[in-house]
């Protein structure tokens, strides 16, 4: 089984950006460019949250990830922050 998943974040107040999460590993992962600093290369992983949403969702599909799978992933992550605050 995949131990990791596609998600939408917040980005700033508009805008939602693709990041992975992985099973039982503290926080997500933002996707971005690759050069931060290359004003010509499209950061295709920003947008608004149903653009991003969409993409995460064709991502998820082709790692056969159900809905309730995703979940368990994105709880497992948190569980994770929460035994490194405790632990």
Not at 20 to 32: D, R
Request: proline share 5%; glycine share 4%; net charge negative.
């Amino acid at each position: 089984m995949t131990n990791y998943c596609f998600i939408p974040v917040p980005d700033n107040k508009t805008f939602h950006r693709v990041a992975k999460i992985y099973e039982n590993v503290n926080g997500y992962f933002p996707l971005g460019k690759s050069n931060k600093e290359d004003p010509n290369e499209l950061d295709k992983f920003v947008g608004r949250y149903d653009e991003v949403k969409f993409i995460c969702d064709m991502w998820n599909k082709r790692l056969k990830l159900s809905e309730d799978q995703i979940d368990k992933i994105v709880l497992m992550s948190l569980c994770a922050e929460e035994e490194e605050d405790n632990g």
